[in-house]
């Protein structure tokens, strides 16, 4: 990873946003003390979220998509279904570096979910 990965577009830029906006709002803490911590206390925006932005903000498309293939659905039956699941709570909650299991396991964690429903 880049210790020094600037923004380069508003995609990016946007993303940024997003992740500093939301995390604050899990540590119930202000935007700015959360853009310190992320640039000024460590290098988590430069060196991780920046250089990782296509991965980050499309795994829960892939996820989405591969299981709505697998289990025949539609898009937006599967996205109902991936939001009101328990493994998207799990991974969005960050337990067990779930984030970080690839979308083929991510997607067969889903199905089960789905099927014992």
Known sequence: MSEDAKIENTS???????CIE??????????EEVY???TEESNI????????????HTKYTRII??????????????????????IYRLISEGVSD???MSDEYLTEELITEYKEK
């Not at 998509?65 to 328990?86: G, I, M, P, Q, R």
């Open 12 to 18: 990016e830029l946007e993303f940024a946003v997003f």
């Open 22 to 31: 939301n995390i604050a709002i899990r540590l119930e803490k202000n935007a």
């Open 36 to 38: 310190k911590m992320l």
């Open 45 to 56: 925006l430069s060196g991780c979220i920046i250089p990782e932005y296509e991965m980050l």
């Open 65 to 86: 998509e591969c299981f709505a293939e697998k289990e025949n659905l539609s898009l937006d039956a599967a996205l109902s279904v991936f939001y009101h699941s328990k």
């Open 98 to 100: 779930l984030h970080c």
